[in-house]
Nanobody, 121 residues
Framework: QVQLVESGGGLVQPGRSLRLDCAAS????????MGWYRQAPGKGRELVAR??????TYGPSARGRFTISMDRGKNTVYLDMNSLRPEDTAIYYC????????????????WGKGTQVTVSS
């Protein structure tokens, strides 16, 4: 079984920075893409950032403030969040498009359990 484990969430004051980490582990054959999505109370899940061999994509709320990076050697993706605002408060979910030993023929979506980020003074 493959697993995505997020860390780095918590309570942070507006204007401050926070770094999220997500490590993939298990019977991984390859990782195509990794990224971050978030869901605020009463809202749907939205893209924060995503990185793949074809490039990097940022959601509108993250563009200019957040930076995604990936260490393929560690199967880990990071999200550096700067100038945080109260509206950034959400559960942040790690995402990976991976191929594993259970289904080696196809890339499949995988999701972490999420980590809470609360921006408040």
């Amino acid at each position: 079984q493959v697993q995505l484990v997020e860390s780095g969430g918590g309570l942070v004051q507006p204007g401050r920075s926070l770094r999220l980490d997500c490590a993939a582990s298990g019977s991984i054959l390859s990782i195509n893409a990794m990224g971050w999505y978030r869901q605020a109370p009463g809202k749907g899940r939205e893209l924060v950032a995503r990185v793949s061999p074809s490039g990097t994509t940022y959601g509108p709320s993250a563009r200019g403030r957040f930076t995604i990076s990936m260490d393929r050697g560690k199967n880990t993706v990071y999200l550096d969040m700067n100038s945080l605002r109260p509206e950034d408060t959400a559960i942040y979910y790690c995402y990976a498009l991976m191929r594993d030993q259970e289904q080696p023929q196809y890339d499949r979506d995988h999701w972490g359990k999420g980590t809470q980020v609360t921006v408040s003074s």
